[in-house]
């Protein structure tokens, strides 16, 4: 049972919100190795949590194109390296900033639950 | 806000490039797509609706709810051409409506909000003397001694109306002149347009004649001369010189004012001086910060405690009265306008239930459709938001139709206007009026949309309960919110057409009143002697020979001319009172003695006017100045001084001397048939000549075609005099009843509204309900049912709600009408013959209109309504 992948799921549920804003780090996070498309987000989200983390599309492109909306990240057209044509997302000072607050912010609120859960 | 004009700004590119948007949207999910099935990544997890997906996406680029309300928009707007015959019908209905709304808002708007034009109106007042039992107008002395001796106004002007003749600008003309003092401009807060306006220096005995001009008296009778300041026009002969020119929103207190003059050129005659017998004066004051109308007139009253006492001949017993002067002025037309709105919204309402009705049975139609896009998924907020927008639609249309009927009724009522309600000819159809229809419309659309959304809403409840054929919620709680509409509609009709009914009966009534004199054919032109050869001579010679010269022309039978005419005729021309006292006894003093109207007659005047002669003798030629001093006295007065004996022979002292009376004449109601019949005593014009005079002239056949000749008559005498207000004396009928005319006319095209919407509303149910039962009836009819029967069946069910609704209705009118009792003369605000009649009618166009529909089904071939679903 334990193997199933957790899948973060899309945003229309009120109780979404953490998710929603999880998700949301998790892209900035992804993107702050350079830029990337969409598909690539996803798989290096999953390979990075070693499986676990499962990024479904339905939940993705909505993320990353409000992402966009708000500013955080910027977007160009370009080829991909099998040659199609695939649209690229990277940070922009804006997203950077956002990035660096939201880990810094996880990190408080991570080490605060880790201490209480092995309290 | 950076992040949100960003996105804004995203958002706007978008909506530029919607194309762009779609195919790269296109594109990106291709790609994951292809990356996917590159991986096997499919085995995973399946994609999802990718089409589903691209529109999530494309949600974020774009105005989601702008863009449903445009597409909603669309959509109504080619439901709405779909149905023509619907779309019309409720236009239509929402025209009328709307239209008489905004008619009556409009009219109000100038009458109740523009017709007084000042800053902070409610410290403005308006001052009147009083004697305990009869308000007086102010003497220009007592009002001087207001002026300087109070503590309670910041400032205080009088005025006076005084029509004078402008020549020099074509043929002499007359002009509605008001006599102002200095600081009544500045006390109504205006700045002049042009030049400069009064100044104490002008408003001086010694100080040279000057005028200000109203805007439209300058524009329109001097042309709009720019070089006219410092120049001098000629009124009644007089040249005063042009100073200033008023702004052309100003508007004074009394209508039409055009041009104005100190008052204090007048004030040192000794009409003015005097405190008893003077003609009159108008007081407004403007209210010290802080201070109440009680103090004011408390400080008031303390001075004229002192004038009592200074001045005892004069004085004795007057009190000052201090009164806001928007009631003053506004006060009792303000409940007359706000019942018409209320009619008026009565109207709107009817047609709201009209148009609800019509929309609940197209919904009714549109049942499958609602069924499809709830079964597509379609929430049901999304659906009555559908059916809202397109009512919305409809009733901004509706509302831009009513508003160019209102536009169109405006002038018919501006045409209508009394000259007693004040800026009524000044109605515009202006922003405020507009944005009021707006407002109007929207709110419409909203009450009408929501009744077949409630039903949308019960109808996705029942999705599953009926595939085919009807719905069950169109039998059941559609044919409630039905009857409700129904019984609410014929209650509204009921209740709007009672009121105009009992207006219209007192309007009947008060024409029937017999008003002491014969209206038929008689003429009545107004006559204002001017200029410098006038005086009680030439006043005298003048008349005689112009009533000469008028009985020749052809068609006049006779002619006479009278001071005060009845009903107060329309120029400035007043009747003046006087206190009375019977010379055989003793009376006492002049300031306790009862008063009297006096009027000045010529010789025949009571022949001319069929008055009729209760005792002794009429005036003759003889009754000249050098003869024994007469008067004649109406009924009313004969019966105050001699309730018991004979008038005739008995001796009356007045202001005019002490006078033999010679008889006695039937009840004239000078005011008006709704006024009392006032004491009042005639005098020869021979022996108490006056230079303002009516003349009455009766005519074979219609008095109008003869104004010419008349007119004509009398400029042989003296060209220079200018004939005025030339009429059929019935016109003073409508001068005095011009409020209730007015009032009624409105009430009658309501009450016309009413009746068929009311028809419209009762035929549209019963089609309606008649349609559901076809069936029924149908397998009656072949089981052998007589027409008869079904016709009771299907009428029956509609004519209880029909009963139940003029029941409601009257009930509501009994608890209603008595808001219009004030405006009621003769009968009273639950008139049973109003209540019966318009019962009765509404019940028989209410059963008209439920028969025809229900007639077609006794003709129902049963095969035919069996095949029919």
New interface residues.
């Given amino acids: 049972m334990a193997d199933f ?1 957790k ?1 973060i799921m899309g945003d229309t549920t009120p109780t979404g919100d953490l998710m929603q804003g999880t998700l949301d780090m998790l892209v900035l996070k992804a993107l702050s190795r350079g830029r990337a ?3 690539a987000v996803a ?1 290096w989200i999953h390979q990075t949590s070693s499986d676990v983390l ?1 990024v ?3 939940a993705l ?2 993320a990353l ?2 992402l ?4 955080l990240l910027a977007s160009e ?1 370009g080829v ?1 390296d ?1 040659n ?4 690229y997302y990277s940070l922009t000072a804006a997203g950077h900033k956002r990035l660096a607050d939201e880990t810094e912010q996880w990190s408080r609120l991570s080490g605060a639950i880790a201490r209480v859960m092995y309290a | 806000m950076r992040e949100a004009l960003h996105a804004l700004r995203l958002r706007v590119k978008a909506l530029l490039h919607r194309r762009r948007l779609d195919r790269d949207l296109e594109d990106e999910l291709a790609f994951h797509l292809a990356m996917r099935a590159d991986s096997q990544a499919e085995a995973r997890a399946p994609f999802g609706n990718p089409t589903s997906l691209k529109e999530r996406c494309r949600d974020i680029w774009t105005f989601v709810s702008l863009e449903t309300f445009w597409q909603d928009l669309r959509y109504g707007a080619r439901m709405l051409r779909k149905t023509p015959a619907f779309t019309i019908a409720a236009l239509l209905t929402l025209a009328l409506g709307i239209g008489a709304n905004t008619a009556v808002f409009s009219v109000m708007n100038a009458v109740l909000v523009k017709s007084l034009p000042y800053p902070e109106l409610d410290r403005l007042v308006i001052l009147h003397e009083r004697l305990p039992r009869s308000p007086l107008n102010v003497s220009w002395p007592d009002f001087v001694d207001w002026r300087e001796q109070n503590h309670v106004f910041r400032q205080i002007a009088a005025y006076a109306p005084d029509e004078s003749i402008l020549s020099g600008y074509g043929d002499p003309q007359p002009v509605n002149g008001t006599l102002v003092s200095a600081r009544m401009f500045p006390l109504l807060g205006v700045e002049p347009a042009m030049g400069r306006l009064f100044t104490d220096a002008d408003d001086r005995p010694d100080a040279t004649p000057t005028v200000v001009l109203g805007y439209s008296f300058w524009r329109n009778q001097l042309h709009g001369d720019s070089q006219i300041l410092g120049r001098a026009i000629s009124l009644d002969k007089y040249p005063f010189v042009v100073i200033g020119v008023l702004p052309p929103n100003f508007r004074f207190v009394i209508d039409k004012a055009a041009v104005f003059y100190p008052i204090g050129l007048n004030s040192a005659t000794s009409r003015y001086q005097d405190r008893r017998d003077h003609p009159g004066i108008e007081a407004l004051g403007r209210l010290k910060p802080g201070v109440s109308l009680s103090q004011a007139a408390a400080d008031l009253n303390t001075i004229m405690a002192r004038l009592a006492i200074a001045y005892p001949q004069t004085n004795k017993d007057e009190t000052a009265t201090v009164d806001p002067l928007y009631r003053s002025l506004l006060g009792n037309i303000r409940p007359m306008f706000f019942q018409l709105a209320a009619a008026a919204a009565l109207v709107l309402l009817l047609a709201c239930v009209n148009v609800a009705n019509l929309m609940l049975t197209r919904a009714i139609a549109r049942e499958p459709e609602f069924r499809v896009r709830a079964s597509l998924g379609a929430g049901r907020l999304r659906m009555i938001r559908q059916l809202l927008t397109e009512s919305v639609l409809l009733s901004l249309l509706g509302g831009a139709a009513g508003v160019l009927l209102g536009n169109w009724a405006i002038h018919g009522l501006v045409r209508l206007a009394p000259p007693s309600i004040p800026n009524l000819a000044d109605t515009r159809l202006d922003s405020v009026v507009l944005w009021f229809a707006l407002g109007a419309s929207l709110v419409t659309g909203i009450a009408f949309g929501l009744a077949p959304s409630i039903r949308a809403g019960l109808a996705k409840v029942n999705l599953g309960a009926a595939e085919s054929g009807r719905l069950v919620t169109s039998g059941r709680a559609g044919g409630h919110l039905r009857s409700a509409l129904l019984i609410a509609e014929l209650a509204v009709a009921v209740v709007v057409v009672i009121a105009a009914g009992l207006l219209f009966r007192s309007l009947a009534r008060t024409l029937g009143v017999d008003s002491g004199f014969d209206a038929r054919g008689l003429l009545a032109l107004d006559l204002t002697l001017s200029g410098p050869q006038v005086n009680p001579q030439y006043d005298t010679r003048f008349f005689t020979q112009a009533l000469e010269q008028i009985r020749r022309v052809p068609g006049v039978e006779s002619a006479d001319a009278v001071m005060c005419p009845p009903m107060g005729g329309i120029g400035a021309g007043s009747c003046w009172t006087s206190p009375y006292a019977p010379e055989d006894r003793p009376a006492p003093p002049e300031n306790q003695r009862p008063w009297t109207l006096i009027n000045m007659v010529t010789p025949g005047y009571f022949r001319t006017m069929k008055t009729p002669l209760l005792q002794g003798r009429s005036f003759t030629n003889l009754d000249g100045p050098q003869s024994a001093q007469v008067a004649i006295v109406n009924q009313a007065l004969a019966l105050r001084m001699w309730p018991s004996g004979q008038a005739v022979g008995q001796r009356i002292r007045t202001f005019f001397g002490s006078r033999e009376v010679v008889g006695v004449i039937g009840g004239v109601r000078q005011f008006g048939p709704r006024s009392q019949q006032q004491p009042e005593l005639f005098l020869p014009a021979a022996q108490a000549p006056v230079n303002f005079m009516t003349v009455v002239v009766r005519t074979h056949g219609d008095p109008a075609s003869l104004a010419g000749a008349v007119t004509a008559a009398i400029r042989t005498v003296d060209k220079e005099q200018p004939v005025l207000h030339v009429m059929p004396i019935t016109g003073y009928f409508n001068r005095i009843l011009g409020r209730e005319r007015f009032s009624m006319a409105l009430y009658g095209v309501f009450a016309a509204l009413s009746i068929l919407l009311a028809a419209v509303g009762v035929y549209g149910v019963s089609s309606y309900s008649t349609g559901q039962m076809r069936r029924g009836i149908g397998i009656r009819i072949a089981l052998g049912a007589r027409p008869f029967e079904i016709l009771r069946q299907v009428i029956g069910r509609n004519a209880l709600l029909i009963a139940a609704g003029l029941c409601a209705g009257t009930v509501t009118a009994l608890a209603c009408t008595r808001w219009l009792a004030s405006q009621l003369f003769g009968i009273t605000a639950h008139d049973p013959l109003t209540f019966t009649l318009v019962v009765a009618a509404l019940a028989l166009v209410a059963l008209a209109a439920c028969w025809l529909p229900a007639r077609r089904t006794t003709r129902i071939d049963p095969a035919t309504a069996l095949r029919y679903e």
Avoid at chain 1, 68 to 71: A, V
Avoid at chain 1, 84 to 87: D, G, H, I, L
């Fill in positions: 992948p899948r498309h969409g598909y798989e499962r479904e599309e339905g492109y909505p194109h409000r966009e909306l708000r500013g057209w991909s099998n199609r044509r695939a649209k």
